[in-house]
Structure formats: structure tokens, C-alpha cells
């Protein structure tokens, strides 16, 4: 699978839903989906894990060839203040199940498959 950042993050929202992450809703549906998201990402594409610690908890997303992709960043009012945190699939399993990912993984899969 070719890494096409635009076809990602059309897939991933299409992906998302409130099994994937339970703070997801209709209007936000970027939120609480970083760590599952940053998780399929990084078996997918490969590249580095980043967070950055907010109010809220950590936050999880993507380097790829060098390059920061946050796919989730929407879930936010306020533009994030990066600080590219190297960290590790461990760390960013503690906020997403097993159940989860595998539920992001087939509904991203799918989407991709559709859109060619």
C-alpha cells in the first residue's frame, strides 16, 4: 500500500467511528482516535511514533520520511504547540484496544479498497 497522505486521511475519516474510539461523535470524529490512529499508521507506513503531552493527555501521531503527519489534529480548537516526542507502540497502546485497532484497521482497508 502506496503512503498517499490526502487518500489516508479521507480513508481514516471514513474509518472512524465510536469503535474505534469512544470519544468519537458525528461533529468531531478526529476525537480520541490518535493513539489507534497513530497505531495503524505506523504498521501500515512504517516511520516514527511522536507525542506531544497536552491538558488533556498525550497525544499520539506520525513522522514518515521525515515529515510530521497528525492525522487527528482536527479533534483540537487551537493549533497544537509540537514537541515530537519519540515514543513507542507500547506507549500509545495504553489509550486504544487491540478490538479497536482491528476495527480501524478492516474499516480503513475498506475505504481504501473503494477509493481505488
Not at 498517499?4 to 474505534?20: C, E, F, I, M, N
Not at 516514527?48 to 501521531?61: I, M, S, V
Request: glycine share 6%.
Amino acid at each position: 500500500m502506496s503512503f498517499d497522505p490526502d487518500g489516508v486521511q479521507t480513508a481514516l475519516r471514513k474509518a472512524w467511528s465510536a469503535s474505534t474510539a469512544s470519544q468519537w461523535t458525528a461533529i468531531n470524529p478526529a476525537a480520541g482516535q490518535c493513539n489507534v490512529t497513530s497505531l495503524l499508521i505506523h504498521e501500515l507506513f512504517g516511520g516514527d511514533l511522536l507525542k506531544t503531552p497536552l491538558p488533556e493527555g498525550d497525544h499520539f501521531y506520525n513522522r514518515i520520511e521525515g515529515r510530521r503527519y497528525d492525522f487527528t489534529a482536527s479533534q483540537f480548537d487551537q493549533p497544537i504547540d509540537y514537541m515530537d516526542f519519540l515514543t513507542n507502540r507500547a506507549d500509545a497502546e495504553r489509550g486504544a484496544t487491540s478490538d479497536q485497532l482491528a476495527e480501524l484497521r478492516a474499516a480503513f482497508q475498506e475505504n481504501r479498497m473503494r477509493s481505488g
